[in-house]
C-alpha cells in the first residue's frame, strides 16, 4: 500500500485496504498518513475515526501525525485541535515534537499566528525548528518582521546550520538598512559553510515533467500548468466544505 501511495495510485491502496479483513496498526497508519500527504484529508480522517472505533488497536504516535497533517491539508482547524488535546487525555500518547509542529502549522494556516506562538513558547520542552517554521513563513506573509526577526533567531539556536533563518534575518537587515548585522549573519553563514539553496518544485503534466524555480517568471507549459493548479486548490476547497458540512466531533 505504501508503493502505491507513493506513486499516485491512492484508489489501489485503497482497494487493498477493503479488502484485506485482519488489519494491524501499521495497516491503518499507512492508510491514514497516505490519504493526508496524497491530499485527501476528510477520506484520512474518516479512517481515523474508524480506527478509533476499533476496539482492539490503539492509536500511537504515527497516528496521531497522520491525522493531524490531514487536519493540516483539509483546515479542519477545530478538528485538529481536538484531536491534539484528546492525545494525552484520552490516549495516553504523549505528544512530541513531530505533532506540536503540525498543530503550530495547522494554527499558522487557519490565521491563528499568535496562538501557534503561544503554544511554541510554552512547550513542555525545548521546540525544533520545525515547530518555529511556519510561525516564520506566517510572519512573512502577514509582514510582521518584529515577529520574523524573533522566530528566525529562536530557530537559529535550535539548529545552527539551517539556511533558511539566516536567509531571512539577512532580508529583514537589509530592509531596515541594518547593514552590519546582515554583514555578520553573512559571515555566520560561511563559517558554517552555508550555501543559498535554489527553491523549486515539480509537476506532472500528462508525459512531461516541469520544475519551477524560485523568482522564475515563465512558466513552462503555461496554460495546462495554471489550469491543474487551479483543479487542485478546487478539489482541495471542496473536500473541507464537504468535512465540514458531514462530521461534527
Not at 510561525?135 to 539556511?163: F, H, N, Q, W, Y
Not at 515533467?209 to 487551479?230: K, M, N, S
Amino acid at each position: 500500500m505504501e508503493m502505491y501511495f507513493k506513486t499516485g495510485l491512492v484508489d489501489s491502496a485503497m482497494g487493498v485496504f477493503d479488502t484485506t479483513d485482519e488489519k494491524d496498526l501499521i495497516f491503518w497508519n499507512t492508510v491514514i498518513t497516505g490519504l493526508a500527504r496524497t491530499g485527501r484529508a476528510a477520506e484520512s480522517l474518516t479512517v481515523f475515526n474508524q480506527l478509533l472505533m476499533h476496539r482492539g488497536l490503539k492509536p500511537d504516535r504515527v497516528t496521531f501525525i497522520g491525522s493531524l497533517v490531514a487536519c493540516c491539508h483539509g483546515g479542519f482547524v477545530n478538528e485538529g485541535i481536538q484531536i491534539f488535546s484528546s492525545m494525552e487525555k484520552c490516549h495516553g500518547v504523549n505528544p512530541g515534537n513531530e505533532h506540536y509542529a503540525c498543530l503550530v502549522e495547522l494554527l499558522c494556516r487557519g490565521g491563528m499566528v499568535n496562538e501557534a506562538k503561544d503554544i511554541a513558547e510554552n512547550m513542555p520542552f525545548e521546540p525544533s525548528s520545525h515547530v518555529w517554521e511556519p510561525i516564520l513563513c506566517a510572519s512573512l506573509d502577514l509582514g510582521d518582521t518584529r515577529l520574523a526577526e524573533r522566530v528566525a533567531e529562536r530557530m537559529l539556536e535550535c539548529e545552527p546550520k539551517s539556511t533558511f533563518p539566516y536567509l531571512v534575518l539577512i532580508k529583514i537587515y537589509e530592509m531596515t538598512w541594518r547593514w552590519e548585522k546582515s554583514v555578520r549573519i553573512r559571515y555566520a553563514m560561511n563559517e558554517h559553510k552555508l550555501k543559498c539553496a535554489q527553491g523549486s518544485s515539480k509537476i506532472g503534466l500528462k508525459s512531461s515533467v516541469y520544475r519551477f524555480e524560485a523568482d522564475q517568471l515563465q512558466i513552462h507549459g503555461g496554460y495546462d500548468t495554471c489550469e491543474t493548479l487551479e483543479l487542485l486548490s478546487w478539489d482541495s476547497d471542496d473536500q473541507r466544505t464537504q468535512w465540514s458540512a458531514e462530521h461534527v466531533y
